[in-house]
Structure formats: C-alpha cells, structure tokens
C-alpha cells in the first residue's frame, strides 16, 4: 500500500517536473551558449513624457511612485529596485523576458526621460531563465507559483525516488555511492563558495 502511494506521487511529481526542466534546460543552453546563437542589437526607443515632481523622495513610497510612473508612461515588466544616481535624479527600471525599461525622473522635475529596449528570442529566452520573484502582477505571480511547484516537485522526486530505490534493491551500496557523490559534491561547492 505504501509502496503504490509512493509510487504514485512519485510518477506525478515527474510529470510536474516535465514540462519545466524542459524550458529551464533550453533557456539555460541558450543562456550558457549565447556565442553559437548569436543576438542582434537591440531595438531602443527613447521618448520624454510631462510629469508633476513629486516632494517625497526615494524611500518607502519609492514602489507607489515606480508603479503610478509605470501606468503614467505605459511601460512594462516587473519593477526593479529604484536607484539615486548620483545627478540627483531617480531611476525607476522595469524588467519582462525580452524587454527592459528604465524611467528618469530629473531632481529638477517636469518631465521624464523613458527609454525602452526590445531584444530579440536569445534575450527573451534568457530573461524566461532568470525570471522570478512574486511582484510585477498576476502573471509574474502565476510564474513565480509554478517555479515553486517545481521546486517542491523536484525534492519530492529525489525523496521518493531514494526510497523506491531502497525498497526495490537488494543491492544497496551503488545507491549510497551515488549520495553519497553528490552530498559530498554540494557541500563541497558550497564550502568553497563561502571561503
């Protein structure tokens, strides 16, 4: 009985998993092998559009006023942390696979210096690959929820799989050999990332 409930939720959290280690194994090629797929150069529009300064600076209200630039302009994407540069002025940017905007609020105010980049598939997929976070709307929200189903999917896949393995094998060393190899291979990584 136990066996087939293991069995099962092992089978669905493959089948979870699918469709995701497929996009993140073709998003990250073209990421890790940009070279062999070459890339344009992006197309950039820049305009200026009338704004009222706002007295509040950069601070707590910083995500309201990203968010009323962001409608005020008709950019998209996902924001990004604002910035102080070191004019005075303020950079709001927004990020979405394939696209980037960034919006310049002048310290002496009046108008707004948008500027917006529109990269090809290479960069749309790479952005897919490095999308994340729960802010931007719901369909950054949407995204962000499946990549943490996966993510459960994933560890739920390695712990039933490990247990299906140790109840069907008689021979169990090439199994602890295995964890053993990539236990001692992850916190050999990470000791090293941290010294």
Known sequence: MIYRLVRQIHLISAVVLAAFILMYFVTGYVLVRSSWFGEGAPRVVRRLAPFEPSAEPIGDKAED???RLQELTGVRGQPLLPRKRDDGSSEFRFFRPGYEASIVQKAAGGQLEVTEKH???QRTSIGLHRLHGY?????????AALMDLSSLAMIVFAITGVWLWFKLERIKWPGLAILAVGLAYTLTTIYYLLS
């Not at 802010?135 to 995204?143: D, P, Q």
């Open 65 to 67: 006023l990203g968010r």
């Open 119 to 121: 990269h090809g598939w």
């Open 135 to 143: 802010r931007g709307g719901w369909l950054y929200w949407i995204w």
